[in-house]
């Protein structure tokens, strides 16, 4: 399953996600995942067979579609996490042998290069106590970041993250969302996760 977040505000963006993955990858199931749009016309330009626009007044960002997706659509046994910003160009099913491929990665560490948030709080202190919080396993030092956060895997990842509790961070705004891409990054090698094997546009 290919999952889309979408925020629609006009504009066609969302129209050329899902034709592009409609081309490549016809046969995959797309769902987009509502994120309280202000305009909701492009629901009856973009549904047909094997598209889905799920109303679901999400308001967590990227990352509250694809733990909706996670929860509510459980016969996949594989989701494709991508922003509809992302637009697919080739056959990505090959991906499908790996448990997890990320987008793009890049090397990250725990207490810089987060950035700051609208106030001038740094997110590395954000994301830290959030994690603390609520995640059964320890912040590593190190990591690597995991762009978007998009990846494509398995159920089973979710079920790993899933496990730990990590569901449980929430993007309230746009700058809790950019720090869920180094969240998402640390989590996953913590499970033994290396997002550098494979990812789709490296580092």
Partial sequence: MIVFPCRHEGGTLIDAA????????????????????????????VTQPGVHVCPAENENYAVGAFWHAYEHHTKSDFYYLFHDSLMIRDDLTDLRDRECTAVRWWPAARDHGWGWDRDGNE???????EWELFVRARFPETFQGCFGPMAAGSRGVLDELYALDFDLIKAADKWQACAQERLWGAALNVLGHDLADGALQGA
Avoid: T
Avoid at 123 to 129: F, I, N, P, R, V
């Fill in 18 to 45: 899902v034709a592009a993955a409609r081309k490549w990858m016809p046969d995959e199931p797309i769902l987009l995942v509502d994120s309280a749009s202000p305009d909701r016309s492009y629901a009856r330009r």
């Fill in 123 to 129: 997110l590395c202190e954000w994301g830290q106590s």
